[in-house]
């Protein structure tokens, strides 16, 4: 534990004493993934523009969207997409530490900005998946105070949520006894430099196609501490997460450390991006963190065969691809444990573990109108292990998608047509095996008659809703409202249930903010 620890605080500590001067320009913070920011630059990225941003890695940072809108302007969009571009920017300034003046010499000096909000929430699931509502209805308070501080490459971010909705969250692992209710759902240090980023703290990452969750790496999880880095450009570079996950402690009581790793090297040539990733669970009591583990630059798998470090080893690739004609088309795939030999002992025999994503976003109808379409399969025994500390999870929640053993369908119109507010009609069919990443793992003797998806009794989902945010002054709306029919409702073989199902946020985003220097 305390080489773990001292490994962060080192890197943590290189953010800071890397000679300042060696670059030009202001970091700054990243937008965090639960904004309604990014339901402006999906419908952005969807109609051709930010070809500057990533297609399979988020979140983005202030500057990085004020430098793409920028660029996007220079386009001159309709009416409606260039009001998107308008809320977009009012949306990210919140995390800026000088609202509209980053990029002179002056803004490079240290200084520090403070804001908040208020905000409500109507739902009725305290699970956050609407597809597989738990019905329980509520309308939450909450509220959040962010902080944000930056000088030249060094940037420091806090965001502190007071949000009453936790406390009906079945994911939530913290306490659910308090009135309020709340957690640090942010916050970091960095440094940003022009070949390279270093930063340790908590924020929500996700890696994979625009829309919808990584299968290797998202932010389905509650956020958690690691250490984050960079090196190379836009065109190749090498990016790493490494994370002290939570203790599992057994029924013998010997306390068991779990660690993380996952890197990744990735491409962009031209309007294609490609990137292979590598990911490594571990555990053991009093194990301790293993730098072979963590380094970036390492191959886990020949670390795995080589030198025999224990652990759940997962494969994955990603490609995506603009195109003027068909929009963007994206692509992913995770190998958590291919069977490939064609004999061994019993212990090898179980059922493949994988999953992989289609995605197609900004599919051309008239004008500004688009299509989407997307397909998921995550197997039945995908992001499990057969040593239960090592499965994909932290705090009982997956460190990629939130459930296995499904697969999903939709489809939906990416609608421009009410200025500041993009929307999202779609209809998407899923079906929900009982398998789960939080079950033990079968034994050899049931690998047999273990199915490799669709396990127990099959729930079907059916949902046709209708998803958007919308600005308007200091007022910040997002949500997701429709209409679910299950069948074999919560796997009850005949069962059937249809209602509405939805989650609505209002936010109040006071203009005012606190300032040092």
């Not at 406390?167 to 240090?189: H, S, W």
């Not at 029924?251 to 990744?264: A, K, V």
């Not at 493949?352 to 997307?374: H, I």
């Not at 409202?481 to 069962?495: F, L």
Request: aromatic share 10%; net charge neutral.
């Amino acid at each position: 534990m305390s080489k773990y620890r001292g490994i962060l605080v080192l890197g943590a500590a290189a953010c800071l004493v890397v000679a300042p001067s060696a670059v030009s320009g202001q970091a700054s913070a990243y937008v965090p993934l639960d904004d309604v920011a990014y339901t402006y630059i999906d419908a952005l990225m969807a109609r051709g523009l930010f070809k500057e941003l990533s297609m399979l890695e988020r979140p983005f940072t202030e500057r990085a969207l004020r430098v793409a809108i920028d660029s996007a302007r220079t386009r001159e969009p309709q009416t409606v997409v260039a009001s998107y571009l308008d809320e977009l920017y009012k949306s990210v300034e919140k995390y800026a530490v000088r609202p509209g003046n980053s990029d002179t010499l002056a803004a490079q000096t240290f200084r520090a900005r403070g804001t908040g909000d208020l905000f409500t929430t109507a739902q009725t699931s305290g699970r956050r998946e609407l597809m597989l509502s738990d019905r329980s209805k509520s309308v939450r308070p909450g509220g959040s105070i962010r902080l944000v501080m930056a000088g030249r490459p060094i940037v420091g971010f806090t965001r502190v949520l007071i949000d009453t909705r936790l406390n009906v969250d079945p994911e939530f692992a913290g306490r659910k006894d308090r009135k309020l209710a709340g957690r640090t759902e942010d916050g970091y240090v960095g440094g940003q430099w022009k070949y390279g980023e270093l930063t340790f703290g908590r924020v929500g990452r996700n890696w994979g196609p625009p829309t919808v969750g990584g299968l290797m790496l998202s932010n389905y999880a509650y956020t958690y501490d690691h250490l984050y880095g960079v090196i190379g450009t836009d065109r190749i570079h090498f990016s790493s997460v490494i994370a002290r996950l939570d203790d599992s402690i057994p029924p013998t009581g010997l306390q068991i450390e779990r660690y993380f790793s996952i890197h990744r090297l990735a491409f962009h040539l031209g309007n294609w991006d490609f990137a292979g990733t590598e990911s490594y669970v571990y555990s053991g009591a009093g194990r301790g963190f293993e730098p072979t583990l963590a380094n970036p630059f390492n191959i886990y798998a020949l670390s795995w065969r080589n030198e025999k470090r224990d652990g759940n080893l997962g494969l994955g690739g990603e490609v995506a691809v603009r195109t003027e004609r068909f929009g963007t088309l994206a692509g992913q795939f995770f190998i958590d444990d291919l069977q490939i030999d064609r004999s061994c002992n019993p212990y090898c025999k179980q059922p493949s573990s994988y999953a992989l994503t289609l995605a197609a976003e900004g599919l051309p109808l008239a004008g500004d109108q688009r299509w989407f379409a997307s397909y998921t399969r995550v197997s039945n025994l995908a992001y499990r292990n057969k040593n239960p500390n090592e499965t994909y999870e932290i705090y009982g929640v997956g460190l990629a998608r939130g459930f296995s053993d499904y697969d999903e369908m939709k489809a939906g119109l990416d609608l421009s047509v009410v200025p500041a507010t993009p929307l999202r009609l779609y209809i998407a069919h899923r079906r929900q095996g009982e398998g789960s990443y939080n079950v033990p793992f079968p034994l050899p003797a049931d690998y047999a008659t273990t199915p490799g998806i669709f396990s127990g009794v099959v729930m079907g989902v059916t949902r046709l809703a209708l998803s958007g945010a919308s600005k308007w002054r200091d007022i910040e709306i997002g949500g997701d409202v429709g209409v679910n029919h299950n069948t074999n409702d919560q796997h009850i073989v005949g069962a059937t249930h249809t209602g509405l199902e939805g989650r609505v946020k209002v936010a109040i985003e006071p203009r005012w903010s606190v300032s040092f220097q």
